[in-house]
């Protein structure tokens, strides 16, 4: 029962371009989502959120938009640097409780 | 400015010992949360500690695991009996409070014989 889905395992980009990583939901309950990046053996590095009442936030080359019609926010990184290459994590999360759900993730790799 | 600390990063055991992994939050952070990732998976929620308080632990199974956050010290998840199905990163993390950010320790990576 995956309420959170990050549909493609991999990506991989030019430097310099955009990537474009996305995530679905099921559940209509959550109203706060989150994007973590995770470099191999460290743990996961908040990155960008957004709350229900938005469609978009904007951090310099990071920019999240969501359409809670869809169900559907993707994360936009923009110059994408070879730094970016890690693997990208959707959360959300529901009023009241405490509990992250994670997608699996989305594996970046920016080419130089 | 130390982030949230775990210890050890690598803990290997034997079907059958205990495993103690330990979680420091962040300076001022009083709300800690447990999470699992097995191979290929995503976080899955485990547990969520204020101090000497247990508020949510939905994700724990419900034999061999338990967890505490005491007055003083760090928070400990404990496994008891570790089975190989019990390998895998576990990662603390932490908050100022109610539906603030949370923020990752660097994880135990945990492995069982």
């Known amino acids: 029962d995956q309420q959170v889905k990050q549909n493609s395992p991999s990506l991989s980009v030019q430097e310099g371009r955009i990537s474009i990583l996305n995530c679905d939901y099921t559940n209509s309950m959550f109203d706060y989502f989150l994007w973590y990046k995770k470099y191999p053996a460290e743990g996961p590095t908040f990155l960008i959120s957004i709350s229900s009442i938005k469609d978009k936030n904007e951090d310099g080359r990071f920019t999240v938009f969501l359409n809670k019609s869809a169900k559907h926010l993707s994360l936009h990184i923009v110059p994408s640097q070879p730094g970016d290459s890690a693997v990208y994590f959707c959360?959300?999360?529901?009023?009241?409780?405490?509990?992250?759900?994670f997608g699996k993730g989305t594996k970046l790799t920016v080419n130089p | 400015n130390a982030g949230v600390m775990q210890n050890p990063r690598h803990l290997v055991r034997r079907r059958g010992q205990e495993a103690r992994l330990r979680c420091s939050p962040m300076?001022?952070?009083?709300?800690v949360y447990w999470y699992r990732q097995l191979p290929e998976e995503g976080l899955k929620f485990m547990v969520y500690l204020q101090k000497e308080n247990i508020i949510d632990e939905s994700g724990m199974p419900k034999e061999r695991f338990s967890a505490e956050f005491p007055k003083e010290g760090p928070s400990i998840l404990r496994i008891q009996q570790v089975v190989r199905g019990d390998s895998a990163a576990y990662f603390c993390?932490?908050?100022?409070?109610?539906?603030?950010?949370?923020?990752f320790g660097p994880g135990t990576r945990l492995l069982v014989l």
């Open positions: 959360a959300a999360i529901q009023g009241g409780s405490e509990k992250l759900v």
């Open positions: 300076k001022g952070h009083s709300h």
């Open positions: 993390a932490s908050s100022s409070g109610h539906q603030e950010t949370q923020y």
